[in-house]
C-alpha cells in the first residue's frame, strides 16, 4: 500500500511479507530508479550482515526472534546492468531490550513495516570498488 507525491511515498508492508520482495515489487511497480529509505515497524527471520573489509565479503548471520524495528535506513541505486540495488542498514530491538544491527539482506514483516521513501530527483547508480569489493554510489555521473 503506498500514497504518493511524486517525489515522496509511504509504503506499508504486512505481516508475513518478506522485505526484499516487497521493495523490488515496490521499486518496479514505480519505476524508481533512485531513493532513500527509512522505516519502522516489526521483524522476524532477520538476515544481517557484516563487511569484513579485510576480506572483502559480508558474514551474514540469522536472528529468529521477534523485533521492534528500531531504524532502518538505506538507498536504492541501479547496479552496473540496471538492476536495482537496496543499500540498507538496521537496528532491531528484541522483547528484553536488546538490539542487534548491521546491513539488512531481508527480514519477515512482523506486525507491520512502515517505510518512508523519497524518491531522487535523477536515478542513482553504482560502481564496483576494487580497492573495497564495494559496490559504491557513482556521484559522477
Not at 569484513?52 to 541505486?77: M, N, P, S
Request: net charge negative.
Amino acid at each position: 500500500i503506498s500514497m504518493f507525491d511524486g517525489y515522496n511515498y509511504t509504503v506499508r508492508l504486512s505481516k508475513g511479507e518478506h522485505l526484499t520482495k516487497a521493495l523490488q515489487d515496490f521499486f518496479a511497480a514505480n519505476d524508481i530508479e533512485g531513493a532513500a529509505i527509512s522505516g519502522v515497524g516489526g521483524a522476524t527471520e532477520l538476515e544481517l550482515g557484516f563487511y569484513d573489509l579485510q576480506v572483502k565479503e559480508y558474514r551474514w548471520k540469522t536472528f529468529t526472534d521477534v523485533y521492534e524495528i528500531t531504524g532502518l535506513l538505506g538507498t536504492i541505486a541501479l547496479d552496473e546492468f540496471g538492476k536495482p540495488m537496496f543499500h540498507l542498514h538496521g537496528t532491531f530491538s528484541d522483547a528484553d531490550y536488546r538490539v542487534v544491527g548491521g546491513h539488512v539482506k531481508d527480514f519477515v514483516v512482523g506486525g507491520t513495516c512502515e517505510l518512508f521513501v523519497h524518491r531522487t530527483y535523477r536515478p542513482l547508480h553504482r560502481k564496483h570498488d576494487n580497492e573495497t569489493g564495494l559496490n559504491l554510489l557513482d556521484l559522477h555521473d
